[in-house]
């Protein structure tokens, strides 16, 4: 058994070098840039530049828009799931046909697709002047932007969902509906509950993207409102200022720490109801 | 559920009708035309993407496939406690906001005066394709019967042997999962390729990225519509396929 033990190591070998190599020094590097100026003295410059009003603005924006757009993605995602599992003929090639082929799509592309439906003289508004109807300004507001990241993550919340739903036991719904209970409080007593893990892996999911785009926003935003995700992309491309651009990633680090937090905290909670779940069917 | 049928697909249907648009403007609409299908093969520095995207693809899934596969086998040796720790690390790329894996990837590659390039991308790729992999070898690898293994080497198997002959037949299925779901994120990417890039190397992404504010080529869209339907209809033969086998194991049952 020797033997194995040792092949194994020599298996893990590779991996470990590679994660120390190209996840956890690239991760420290970002930390070492963001706590340091030019000459490489230690400085909170970078990270309290984040208060300044143009970096405060645009990562304001960016947490109500993610807000916004992960709002969006959940109540469009949950009636959509619900339907999807009690319809049940639906099969997962139904899914994948509405949610993963379009990913084949280039993704750049499908959001600039965007721009000729929204834009001053495009489909939309081509309608609406053709009905008798004031065109609308759609392109680059806020809300194209909030469209952009609901196109882009909704399949993140829609498949964590999914899989929750399918997986409730039909008997348990049975039950509370014997029970007495109404349509309404067996989704809110029992339903909703339950698949609360779902809903909040989904909403981790399309948070943190939406929060740290920077190509919604210059696709749909015409380069004129500024994300976080922007502010730092130009920091890093534009002005070479690795320091600022790497202070301000940390702030955004906090945000996805938090986000990682919640997610496994909910995780565990899930598995302990499986495993109770288990234990009791044992 | 239609409209948000619709609100996915809207965006695709209009690339499509764009791709056989006469006029390279895109508002107007100039007449139907093949031209651009045609004026595609000609021009080198689409190929050139083209041909990086998918490269870049198929060696960073492989590698990542070996990489990943072999940490399942050191991984389930391993204490709980450092299990988890090493699994918490491998996750990171997957749980990070690409903008930032992609900064921290070009940070180190400044500091290491790597010069930006290919394989500076393969080698981001490479290490965001590895969770992927792992998440769907990982749960197929632990249900395996260690004794089917021990068995082979009580037998007299070397354990490379032993190895191929009863451990990778049983995880076959989940490795080329692991590998397609990596194959796709990594040719889907744009945000940490951006980042490793450098100016002389294009992938599709960057390309398109780079083309926005001029103007898409209509080549691109071209080879856009070709790529999604062909993969679309390999979906729907796959589909058929696994279809028909299934009912045709249910007659036999």
Known sequence: MTKTRRISGFLGLPFVFWAAAFIIIPLLMVVWYGLTDENGALTFANIAAIAQPAHAKALLLALLLSLLATAVCFLLAYPLCMFLVEAQKTSNSFLTMLLIVPMWMNFLLRTYAWQSILEKTGIINTFLTAIGLQPLRLINTNGAIVLGMVYNFLPFMVLPIYNVLEDIDKNVINAARDLGANGRQTFLKVIFPLSLPGVISGITMVFIPALTTFVVSSLLGGGKILLIGNVIEQEFMVAYDWNLGSGLSLVLLLFIIINVVVSVISERGEEELRRRKSDAEA | ?253
């Open chain 2, 1 to 253: 559920m239609a409209l948000i049928f619709l609100f996915m697909y809207a965006p695709i249907a209009l690339l499509i009708v764009q791709s056989f648009n006469k006029s390279k403007s895109r508002g107007r609409w100039g007449g139907f035309t093949f031209e651009w299908y045609g004026s595609l093969f000609s021009d080198e520095s689409i190929i050139e993407a083209f041909t990086n995207t998918i490269t870049l693809a198929l060696l960073s899934s492989l590698i990542a496939v070996v990489l990943g596969t072999a940490a399942c086998i050191f991984l389930t040796k391993l204490k709980k406690r450092t299990r988890s720790i090493l699994m918490g690390v491998a996750n990171v790329p997957m749980l990070n906001a690409d903008i930032v894996t992609g900064i921290s990837f070009m940070l180190l590659f400044i500091t290491l005066r790597i010069e930006f390039g290919y394989s500076t991308i393969l080698l981001a790729h490479i290490t965001f394709n590895i969770p992927y992999v792992i998440l769907n070898v990982m749960p197929s690898y632990r249900d395996l019967n260690p004794h089917i293994y021990e068995a082979a080497l009580d037998l007299g198997a070397s354990p490379a042997y032993a190895f191929f002959k009863t451990v990778l037949p049983e995880i076959l299925p989940a490795i080329l999962s692991g590998g397609l779901m990596a194959f796709t994120m990594s040719i889907d990417d744009f945000i940490i390729t951006h980042f490793t890039a450098g100016a002389g190397v294009q992938t599709l992404s960057t390309k398109i990225y780079s083309e926005v504010k001029l103007g898409i080529k209509p080549e691109m869209y071209a080879l856009s519509s070709m790529i999604f339907l062909a993969v679309l209809i390999l979906l729907i033969l796959v589909n058929r396929v696994q279809g028909s086998s299934r009912k045709a194991q249910e007659e036999e049952v």
